[in-house]
């Protein structure tokens, strides 16, 4: 027997006034501009582009070379990008870390990237250049701490399912193409 949609039975639904749908379009928006912003590969992206030497115009989103900034050396940036994909991605965002976890994480952080740079910064060539071992440590540690953070006794993630299901129940029915839940789809 072949499926046949037209063979269902109808539910009739209550004709949706102009209001509804604005506020339901409007938390699709804020959740989806939620969930761009805690993309792990927009973060990395991000974060390799900042290791770099580079700024983001927020006028036109295109990134800016910092004048007189000498690139860090290609291993450096695949090395670091490639750890921290370990850790900014959707499962540590969406945990529910302890403050005694995240500083205990933290802890370990800290000690491989202060090692890492001392130990390898004849290859990176930065063996005097201790304000650049600064400033790249601090942008590691920041955007960590800053996902930890927000993962800090579930926080994250309670926040964006009580976003879905405040979108869930303003919206009875099932998803529009291009709305949450196609959102959420890099989290297959």
């Known amino acids: 027997m072949e499926y046949n949609p037209q063979q ?3 539910v009739p639904r209550e004709p949706v006034d102009s209001d509804e749908v604005y506020a339901i379009q409007q938390q699709e928006n804020r959740v989806g501009n939620l969930i761009s912003q805690i993309a792990p ?3 990395l992206l991000d974060l390799q582009w900042r290791i770099k030497g580079f ?3 927020p006028v036109s989103g295109t990134w800016q070379k910092v004048t007189n900034a000498q690139e860090p050396h290609p291993i450096l940036v695949s090395r670091y990008i490639s750890y921290l994909s370990s850790i900014l991605n959707q499962n540590t965002t969406l945990s529910n870390y302890s ?3 995240i500083n205990q994480i933290m802890g370990l ?3 491989w990237v202060v090692d890492d740079l001392d130990a390898n910064s004849e290859i990176y060539g930065l063996e005097e250049d201790y304000t650049e071992r600064t400033r790249i440590g601090h942008l590691l540690l920041n955007s960590t701490m800053s996902a930890f953070k927000r993962s800090q006794n579930g926080m ?5 399912f009580s976003a879905l299901n405040v979108r869930e129940s303003l919206h009875e029915g099932g998803e529009k193409k291009g709305g949450v839940m196609e959102s959420l789809k890099f989290w297959k």
């Not at 994250?156 to 964006?160: H, K, L, N, V």
């Open 156 to 160: 994250e993630s309670r926040r964006i």
């Open 109 to 111: 952080i800290i000690e």
């Open 55 to 57: 700024v983001k115009d």
């Open 41 to 43: 590969d927009n973060q």
């Open 8 to 10: 269902m039975p109808q």
């Open 99 to 101: 403050s005694m976890e």
